[in-house]
């Protein structure tokens, strides 16, 4: 009730942007972003893997098809052991986490995950491995070092595939994989 014995509710609307010719409200920034009218767009998430074998140069760039994104290496002879490096890099427009899941070892090869010299084998097998949240264009590397088992045969192989996922948006993913192969010496 005000001064004058009106009694009844009162509302305010804060609109943030602009009206279109149409009267739609366009260009607005709530918490959270969305996709409807007044409220921003959401923010591009776009994990992007990248391999090499260790002093190779990264393939993969900007490609999100695994057969462009795939290294290949022969253990010959003596050789044990191989190593690959996965440059995981933020190409989106907002900070993200990366979730990362690889292939297991078999009978022929082992296989170890490193994340700044760290043992994460474990939880890139399970899935529950996480990269550091990535600002846009900041990248993690994850080190796969393949040996070969001494019953591997020559032309043993085996296809390590390392799959990362956006955490915000899971239908944002890559794949890249190393190919290992035991071969004559």
Not at 18 to 34: C, N
Not at 92 to 108: H, I
């Given at each position: 009730t005000d001064a ?5 509710t009162a509302?305010?609307?804060l609109t ?5 010719a ?6 607005g920034g ?7 009218p007044g409220?921003g ?7 992007d893997?990248?391999?090499?074998q260790?002093?190779?140069v990264?393939?993969?760039?900007g490609s999100y ?7 290949t290496?022969k253990?010959k002879g003596h050789a044990?052991s191989?190593t690959?490096?996965v440059r ?7 900070a993200?986490r990366?979730?990362v899941t690889?292939t ?6 082992n296989?170890?995950?490193f994340?700044g010299g ?17 600002k846009?264009d ?6 796969v070092?393949?040996?070969k088992?001494r ?8 296809t390590f595939?390392?799959?990362?996922v956006?955490?915000?948006a899971?239908?944002?993913?890559d794949t890249?994989a190393?190919?290992v192969?035991?071969?004559r010496?």
């Amino acid at each position: 009730t005000d001064a004058a014995q009106n009694t009844g509710t009162a509302s305010q609307v804060l609109t943030i942007g602009t009206k279109d010719a149409g009267g739609v409200i366009t260009g607005g920034g709530g918490p959270g972003g969305g996709g409807g009218p007044g409220v921003g767009a959401d923010p591009r998430y776009r994990p992007d893997a990248e391999i090499r074998q260790v002093k190779g140069v990264f393939v993969g760039q900007g490609s999100y098809d695994v057969s462009d994104q795939r290294v290949t290496s022969k253990l010959k002879g003596h050789a044990k052991s191989v190593t690959f490096e996965v440059r995981l890099t933020n190409r989106g427009d907002s900070a993200d986490r990366m979730a990362v899941t690889g292939t297991g070892r078999n009978a022929q090869f082992n296989v170890t995950y490193f994340a700044g010299g760290v043992n994460v084998t474990r939880s890139v097998l399970d899935g529950t491995y996480r990269t550091d949240a990535l600002k846009s264009d900041e990248s993690a590397t994850l080190t796969v070092k393949v040996t070969k088992h001494r019953g591997a045969r020559p032309g043993s192989t085996r296809t390590f595939r390392i799959h990362v996922v956006s955490a915000h948006a899971d239908n944002k993913d890559d794949t890249v994989a190393a190919v290992v192969r035991a071969a004559r010496g």
